[in-house]
């Protein structure tokens, strides 16, 4: 199975923070990857797929890059809405597999 | 808007059976493959499985395989998850996750609420 593994783990940021989040895949995925948005008590919700595309309704605060194994997700002005934990997931191949998870806390 | 709504779960010993269903509205279900996707208390996402849109493809995690069954129902837009010889480890909230396209060959783009199954003696 492909290992995903995001970093960093948790880490606190401030409202207007530029933040980034890091995933790598133990091997070369192309640009197969998608990531979710989860809150306490919430289902998943689809933020990025294909690596950089925005998925509908997603404000423009949120992008990702990357491709082959090593991925990014970026929120350039963090607001208060957007403290949550974040999976990347390859859809590469079976079995899809996520990353850990990145928490993403207020300072 | 797509609505996806988990149902059948509960407390089960270990050893025994335990059937979830997920009731699909807003989309075309006969369309669209579906998964399962679970998560153990405080801990991260786990894919469990898929179904191709008219049930011919099927796969499974290594850790439910030959003892959990995914099936759908286009007639109903419902789709099951038939878990027999259950674990402790199969504790965890079940999501139904629609993906993007009829084959399982991509991204989930709409999630249900999630269903708890705690196993426990």
């Known amino acids: 199975a492909i290992r995903m593994t995001q970093s960093p783990s948790s880490f606190s940021a401030s409202t207007g923070d530029r933040v980034t989040i890091s995933c790598r895949a133990s091997?070369?995925?192309?640009?197969?990857l998608a990531w979710y948005q989860q809150k306490p008590g919430k289902a998943p919700k689809l933020l990025i797929y294909a690596a950089s595309t925005l998925q509908s309704g997603v404000p423009s605060r949120f992008s990702g890059s990357g491709s082959g194994t090593d991925f990014t997700l970026t929120i350039s002005s963090l607001q208060s809405e957007d403290f949550a934990t974040y999976y990347c997931?390859?859809?590469?191949?079976?079995?899809?597999?996520f990353g850990q998870g990145t928490k993403v806390e207020i300072k | 808007q797509v609505d996806l709504v988990e149902s059948g779960g509960g407390v089960v010993q270990p050893g025994r059976s335990l059937r979830l269903s997920c009731a699909a509205s807003g989309f075309t279900f006969s369309g669209f493959a579906v998964h399962w996707v679970r998560q153990a208390p405080g801990r991260g996402l786990e894919w469990v499985a898929v179904i191709s849109y008219d049930g011919s493809f099927k796969k499974y995690a290594d850790s439910v395989k030959g003892r959990f069954i995914i099936s759908r129902d286009n007639s109903k837009n419902t789709l099951f998850l038939q878990m027999n010889n259950l674990r402790p480890e199969d504790t965890a909230l079940y999501y139904c996750?629609?993906?993007?396209?009829?084959?399982?060959?991509?991204?989930?783009?709409?999630w249900g609420p999630g269903t708890l199954v705690t196993v426990s003696s």
């Open positions: 996750a629609k993906d993007a396209s009829g084959f399982g060959e991509v991204y989930f783009d709409s």
């Open positions: 997931q390859q859809y590469y191949t079976y079995p899809r597999t």
């Open positions: 091997q070369d995925i192309n640009t197969y």
